[in-house]
């Protein structure tokens, strides 16, 4: 018999939080390059790095079942290159609230995910975590939280299709955990990533090679926030339920927020500094419950098929 493995959802936090600053390494590479390029960057140079294990990974996958291999692809291809590039197109199209909007619903479609897919069971108490923390998201997000308007549908269903594949991302990292080492989903979530943001690229005509100057930032962002976040990521979800991971991930937005006042001189309203501290309350407030106290959801045991 296994022992019980430790919750991990400050880990989760963690690698959010390294997420989070991906604004101020992305901030100058969006104003010299196209998104599509950086992403495709991104991607190559976390291939190259992760270059000697992907043998094991790739022996790693063909020894996986139909279903996880089909996981494996979505969180690859989908998760990875096609939600980026989706919540991009969606900025592109429409105005600049509506992605915000919906992607707030992230949390929302992870926990039905979850409860479907992982058989997760809530209980009652998750909700005194999860709402405070839904709704600093929305502080946070809008420096008028009470006059925000959803305009445009184009726009909306690209940034609905970005936050699904993002809940998706989290839930199928935990149910690929049961049989996948952190460190083989990192590599097969970037591998397959890999053509799938090529594709997007040449879709979209933008050049695929960079000046020499930008590749030191490009390599720091596929480094902090892209390999080491991720790995650090997967590591976390191994023992952490998918309801609680998407709340930990909540960090990212007030890590960019704070790096965001802190290095690239941008002024928070009143109301966004409140979103930020009740989202950092409830996030840290939801891991030191479960740790003195009986857990607000039920870690499913998710069986390794191999």
Known sequence: MTGVRPDRTWLVAIAAAMWGTDGLLRKPLADALPAATVVFWEHLLIVLLLSPWVPAAVRAFGRCTGRQRVAVLIVGGGCSALATALFTMAFRLGDPVTPLVLQKLQP???????????????????????????????????????????????????????????????????YLAGSLAPREVTVLRFLIGLPAALIILLFQGDPIAVPLANLPALLLLALIPGLIGLTLYYIGLRSTPAAKATLAELAFPA???????????????????????????????????????????RLAEVPADR
């Open 108 to 174: 929302v479609i992870a926990v039905l995910a979850a409860f479907f897919l992982l058989r997760e069971r809530i209980r009652p108490s998750y909700l005194l975590f999860a709402l405070p923390a839904l709704a600093g998201a929305w502080l946070l997000a809008f420096p008028e939280p009470f006059a925000v308007q959803v305009t445009a549908l184009h726009a909306g269903l690209l940034a609905l299709g970005a936050a699904t594949l993002w809940a998706a991302g989290t839930v199928l990292g935990r």
């Open 255 to 297: 890590t960019a927020a704070l790096i965001g006042v802190l290095v690239l001189d941008t002024a928070l309203a009143g109301s966004q500094w409140l979103g930020f501290a009740i989202v950092l309350l409830a996030v840290t407030s939801l891991g030191w419950h479960d740790r003195v106290r009986k857990p607000t959801v």
